[in-house]
């Protein structure tokens, strides 16, 4: 494929003879996977048929997670928690398919989900020259960074018109590389089946990232086109078998956001700045959140997924902090810098230092981070009204923009999925809104200040919770028609609007655009620009040994499954339904180690010895959640939905030690299927699946 040929041209090397990274490390590129260092290490070569059967039957699901699909009609599975929002969506207070579970046994059954998006990546282009040449040398950063913005817009704009696909421009490498993909996009995505919440998520947040494990985390949705279920070509067949003690595996997903080729001082802002603030306002909405939960069993039922991604969020963040905190790691690193800082210099000695420029760039960072989080990425303005109205108001002003002009989410590539988001019939509970709106702009003041220009303009001197109950109350954003009236209306219609949170957006705006068009200008062109000089400087010294980092498009990931030592103890590579009776019965069966009632009803009928999880040295993060476990026959023989404790760093270095990767496994998958929910017909739709690519590799 074009884009694998032009980062090795590009950086003058054979594929075959660059160093690569040790042990299982990467989230590699499908069009730059190392099968040469696979073969070698463990006699499988994936083809590229191989590869490209893999790269088709994988989907993103576009609120944030992964997933495949597993049937020639269109049956996708993911994560239990990646589906979640769907199935809440579904839910109502007399029908909570959280609390209960779905199964649709026919297809007129199938739920359609209110506004989720998934993307098949169908081929990847290479568009770095013409990235770069829309910023001649001698460029100042703040106009080379417009003019790329720019030249992408363009660019997905037109292969979006020719291909009828979604085309977004990938930055890899800081930019020094520049990939198109191309996606299909479906928008009909119907809800087949769902565990109990208790069963998927079985231990609860005390349990999350860790291992031993005993979760049945995995949603089944049905993809439909002109309402009726897609025909695939591409999609994964079910193994039979399983996996083993030292089995080779591969993951294909999306992670999210890795932060292992950022400098020093970019760490040091995440250390210091960055991941505190978090950390801090997790701890608050986690406590609000858990406040209003407690009011009411309504209140408890809407809140739920909020409390569960939250909580989830805070103890990913932290990981990663903790990992900021070793300071042998950190000392190793900052080695590490200096060493390739020093041989930098020595080559380039009248150019500027891109480490220092980039340094530079950081205070600035820090300079601007209350006001660029809690204001224009909004931050202080928590909920999906708040949400809704600042891309109304948006909207109103960048569409009526030339393409290339206009904020990058304001894209014409992009206003599809914008739309279906804006437009979406999910229901509001404005009880909730008020809630978290009411905390943000007490975070908004509390972190800006009583004096700061834009806390005047919302607040206007009165207290946080009036001002909250004021605008939910008074806003008619949770009415789809009115939304649609006002963003159809264009600027007309949002300029004459008095709904209050359309008020406050446009007063806010000016602040908003102030401090982002300062990041745009002095951070993230720097960051680009510089991130790209030490990107080549690191592959001139060393070579092509790591991926770029995450960026929420597809990777594939290896390792292989196996067990670990944790303070001197075995621990085994898999889990089993009966380990998950005795750590019910071992918390005396109550929450959030409680089993779901429809397991100790049918725990007569199940073998209690068959798999339920596992874990593997695949390197992973966040975003793969839903990831398809396969072997090497391209066989689902399980699915990702969690790490270790331990697997926490790998956002910022990657470590096989302790660090694992935690799947369901596919026996478990299809004993709880036929033996729990006695959804045979669904468990027959996976295993009598047929493989629609041969020659999956060579062994």
Not at 140 to 151: I, L, N, P, T, Y
Request: charged letters at 25%.
């Amino acid at each position: 494929m074009k884009a694998r040929l032009v980062i090795f041209t590009l950086l003058g090397w054979s594929f075959l003879t660059v160093p690569l990274a040790v042990a299982d490390e990467g989230m590699w590129l499908y069009n730059a996977f190392p099968a040469a260092k696979v073969e070698k290490q463990y006699g499988f070569t994936p083809t590229q048929q191989w590869l490209d059967h893999l790269r088709l039957s994988s989907v993103r699901f576009n609120n944030g997670g992964s997933g495949s699909f597993v049937s020639a009609d269109g049956l996708a599975f993911t994560n239990h928690h990646v589906g979640a929002d769907c199935i809440q969506k579904l839910s109502t207070s007399g029908t909570d398919h959280m609390k209960s579970g779905f199964y649709a046994k026919t297809k007129a059954e199938e739920a359609k989900c209110p506004d989720l998006e998934l993307n098949v990546l169908m081929g990847i282009d290479d568009v770095t020259a013409k990235i770069k040449s829309s910023s001649p040398t001698g460029t100042s950063a703040a106009a080379s960074g417009q003019a790329q913005r720019s030249a992408m817009s363009a660019i997905e704009q037109e292969c979006a018109k020719s291909t009828g696909l979604r085309c977004d421009v990938v930055t890899l490498y800081s930019g020094e590389v520049y990939n198109l993909y191309k996606y299909k996009k479906y928008t009909d995505v119907r809800l087949v089946f769902a565990p109990e919440f208790d069963a998927a998520f079985f231990g609860g947040d005390p349990d999350n990232f860790t291992y031993p494990r005993y979760d049945l985390d995995i949603t089944f949705f049905r993809i439909y086109e002109n309402d009726k279920p897609v025909h695939l070509d591409n999609y994964l067949q079910w193994s039979k078998a399983g996996v083993k003690d030292g089995d080779l595996i591969f993951v294909s997903g999306h992670p999210g956001n890795t932060d292992r080729l950022k400098t020093v001082s970019q760490l040091q802002f995440l250390r210091d700045v960055d991941f505190p603030t978090r950390l801090g306002l997790y701890k608050r909405r986690i406590a609000m959140l858990q406040k209003f939960s407690a009011e009411s069993e309504e209140n408890a039922r809407i809140s739920q997924e909020d409390i569960f991604g939250v909580q989830n969020s805070y103890k990913a963040i932290n990981g990663e902090y903790e990992g900021l905190l070793d300071k042998t790691k950190m000392s190793e690193i900052e080695s590490a810098e200096r060493e390739r800082e020093k041989a930098y210099k020595a080559k380039h000695s009248s150019e500027a230092n891109p480490w220092q420029e980039i340094s530079n760039a950081v205070k600035v960072n820090r300079e601007i981070y209350k006001q660029l989080t809690f204001v224009e990425r909004l931050r202080g303005f928590n909920g999906d009204l708040a949400a809704f109205a600042r891309e109304i108001v948006r909207a109103a002003d960048e569409k009526p923009k030339p393409n290339g002009d206009r904020l990058r989410e304001f894209r014409d590539s992009a206003l599809p999925s914008l739309e279906q988001q804006l437009f979406s019939t999910a229901p509001i509970y404005k009880k909730l809104e008020t809630a978290q709106l009411a905390l943000s702009l007490a975070l908004l003041q509390e972190t800006l200040g009583s004096d700061d220009p834009a806390v005047k303009i919302v607040l206007g001197g009165k207290a946080p919770e009036q001002v909250a109950s004021d605008l939910v109350a008074g806003t008619k954003l949770e009415d789809v028609a009115f939304r649609k009236q006002l963003y159809e209306g264009g600027k007309a219609a949002v300029d004459a609007s008095t709904d209050p949170l359309i008020v406050m957006m446009r007063k806010i705006d000016p602040e908003a655009r102030s401090v982002r068009k300062r990041f745009d200008d002095e951070v993230d062109s720097i960051f680009r620009r510089d991130g790209a000089t030490i990107a080549r400087a690191r592959f001139e010294v060393a070579g092509f040994t790591q991926p770029p980092d995450a960026t929420f498009t597809l990777r594939l990931s290896y390792g292989t499954v196996k067990g670990y030592k944790e303070s001197g103890k075995d621990v085994p590579y898999y889990t089993t339904f009966e380990g998950a009776f005795k750590h019910a019965d071992e918390h005396g069966d109550k929450a959030p180690f409680n089993l779901a009632p429809s397991w100790r009803t049918m725990k007569s009928k199940l073998n209690l010895q068959t798999p339920l999880n596992y874990v593997s040295t695949a390197d992973i993060i966040g975003g793969n959640s839903g990831s398809p476990t396969v072997n090497k026959n391209n066989e689902v023989v399980g699915i990702i939905f969690d790490g270790n404790i331990q697997s926490l760093v790998l956002d910022i270095y990657y470590d096989d030690r302790e660090a694992r990767a935690v799947h369901v496994d596919s026996r478990g998958i299809i004993e709880a299927l036929r033996k729990i929910y006695g959804a045979d017909a669904l468990a027959d739709e996976l295993t009598g699946a047929k493989a629609s690519v041969g020659n999956p590799g060579k062994d």
